[in-house]
């Protein structure tokens, strides 16, 4: 058992510094040609600073001690466990996103997606499905539920979900969203699978009905009842989620807010979109670990400067910002490049932030700032990433160097 020092001892350790202050200063001679006054106090107060210290190191370690004899007194008693501290995530395979994501989507919670129609919302979360197979190599288990039936295996493939290639789950309710979770969890116990990440896409909240809403002739009287069902399921599965490594990731759209007469509807995330607020009810953005939101800066078309530029497709540059995270702090904003049919590119991302961050110069003829004897136009800059060993390890390590700089030491000074 850990014993606590009591104020006596406590105090007859500081009495101890105050008999070492005074032996210093007996020690020095008080003679005005070898020691000024300032000096005299100056060695006092290091005396002082050095026994406090030892206090404070000596009392962390059985505070330490303590703690660690509570915790586990937690676990046998009331079945209370620790959390680990680190968080395992999935990737998106987009740098910038994953770092304002603090790594990537949570595994063992749920992650939210939100945007207007056509901003890559479904996109991205087929894209973190496939990096999820990709990273743990065709062990995860992963299903992709399309209550807005207009996903194909193909969409799929094309956007990394190959290991192995899924069929979407099309005839979706939100009874049966939440089914598939556990019948998930109940065969990973069975198979003794709980050590391997899964991931499940939900697309989308708001287009999901409940059964009670399918079967209703009066639209009138179901009014709420969906954001009431989630409020009790929600919670639930999501602790199923953390118990059984399972990265819950949700896609939902945005709506205008309403207010009604002389009340103004609340701004409970203030840093969402202005008058924007998502389906669902308020359990959603309460559980959520973290919050995704994605807005188009601009179109990739044939007519616009992107295109001029030579991306060699037309899709679109998409805002991305996180208005809730708990691996990183939120609402930091970053541009990614996408294509309508191979999706967000992180060679185009990454080329667009380091010129942003003026590790690229760019004009009749590009280079990096690390290495400006390689000259490119920048419709060859893929070609060249791929083909250059030299110049994609110069590339590489630009982009790390920004993304550490620009956004992790900046917004995260003190992360280790």
């Excluded at 105090?11 to 105050?18: A, G, P």
């Excluded at 987009?94 to 479904?122: M, N, Q, R, T, Y």
């Excluded at 309403?258 to 559980?287: E, V």
């Excluded at 967000?344 to 932030?353: A, I, K, Q």
Aim: some cysteine.
């Amino acid at each position: 058992m850990v014993e606590i020092k009591k104020n006596e001892e406590v105090q007859e350790e500081t009495q101890e510094i105050k008999v070492d202050t005074k032996e210093v200063l007996e020690s020095i001679k008080l003679n005005d040609k070898d020691v000024d006054k300032k000096e005299i106090e100056s060695k006092s107060d290091e005396v002082v600073i050095e026994k406090t210290e030892e206090i404070v190191v000596e009392d962390e370690a059985l505070t330490k001690e303590l703690y660690a004899e509570f915790a586990s007194f937690l676990e046998t008693k009331a079945d209370l466990v620790e959390d680990k501290g680190t968080k395992e995530t999935i990737p998106t395979g987009i740098d910038l996103i994953d770092a304002i994501l603090g790594g990537g989507f949570v595994i063992g919670a749920l992650g939210i997606i939100v945007g207007s129609p056509g901003c890559g919302k479904s996109m991205l979360a087929m894209q973190t499905l496939g990096e999820a197979q990709k990273k743990f190599k065709g062990k995860l288990l992963g299903g992709f539920l399309d209550s807005e039936k207009a996903t194909t295996s193909l969409r799929l493939w094309n956007l990394g979900v190959r290991y192995p290639k899924l069929r979407p789950y099309s005839d979706v309710t939100v009874e049966k969203v939440f089914k598939f979770v556990e019948g998930l969890s109940v065969f990973k116990r069975e198979k003794k699978m709980l050590d391997i990440p899964s991931v499940v896409v939900w697309d989308s909240i708001a287009n999901t009905l409940s059964q009670k809403e399918i079967e209703t002739d009066d639209p009138n009287t179901v009014i709420g009842y969906k954001a009431r069902l989630l409020s009790i399921l929600i919670p639930k599965y999501v602790a199923e989620c953390t118990k059984h490594n399972i990265c819950f990731l949700a896609v939902n759209q945005l709506r205008e807010v309403l207010n009604i007469g002389q009340f103004t509807a609340p701004k409970d995330l203030k840093f969402m979109s202005a008058s924007k607020d998502m389906p669902g009810g308020q359990i959603l953005k309460y559980n959520a670990n973290q919050l995704v939101e994605m807005k188009v800066k601009s179109a990739i078309t044939p007519t616009s400067a992107e295109k001029s530029e030579n991306y060699g497709f037309e899709g679109v540059i998409v805002n991305v910002k996180c208005v809730k995270n708990k691996l990183f702090p939120p609402n930091v904003e970053v541009p990614v490049v996408g294509s309508f049919v191979t999706g967000f590119s992180n060679f185009w991302t990454n080329y667009n932030f380091l010129k942003t961050t003026k590790r690229l110069n760019s004009g009749a003829w590009n280079y990096l700032v690390s290495y400006p004897e390689k000259k490119f136009r920048t419709k060859d800059a893929p070609e060249l990433y791929n083909t250059d060993k030299t110049f994609k390890e110069k590339f590489d390590e630009s982009v790390k160097e920004s993304i550490e700089v620009d956004i992790i030491k900046k917004y995260n000074p003190d992360v280790a």
